[in-house]
């Protein structure tokens, strides 16, 4: 569909309730709502953002990986070395400098 389509739909969003009632008006604006939704921003092969709606709560469609999970974390992740770098120990860090900050901030 073409945007040229989308924008009297918009002139109907302005317009009292009691012109927008009847089945077509409601489908119109399920539509128009339905085309306000997030869009994928993965790149595609011809290098421009892929558009297609993302999955709810995601920012990517369902064919770029919008319905993944991810990675698995920590040791269950084949890239796992010695726990250096995982979350937890990223946030106990983060809490430790917060920690020394105060005491320095106090001395
Ligand atoms: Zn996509």
Do not use: W
């Not at 269950?76 to 010695?82: A, E, L, Q, T, W």
């Amino acid at each position: 569909m073409s945007t040229s389509k989308v924008t009297p739909m918009s002139e109907t969003a302005d317009k009292p309730p009691s012109e927008c009632s009847g089945e077509g008006a409601g489908r119109l604006s399920l539509v128009n709502l339905m085309h306000l939704a997030p869009r994928c921003g993965a790149k595609t092969r011809a290098h421009v953002p892929c558009q297609a709606p993302a999955i709810r709560g995601k920012r990517r469609c369902r064919m770029h990986g919008g319905k993944s999970p991810g990675a698995p974390r920590g040791s269950k992740n084949g890239n796992y070395r010695h726990g250096l770098f995982t979350l937890e120990l990223a946030e106990a860090r983060k809490r430790l400098r917060a920690i020394r900050a105060m005491i320095d901030d106090r001395s």
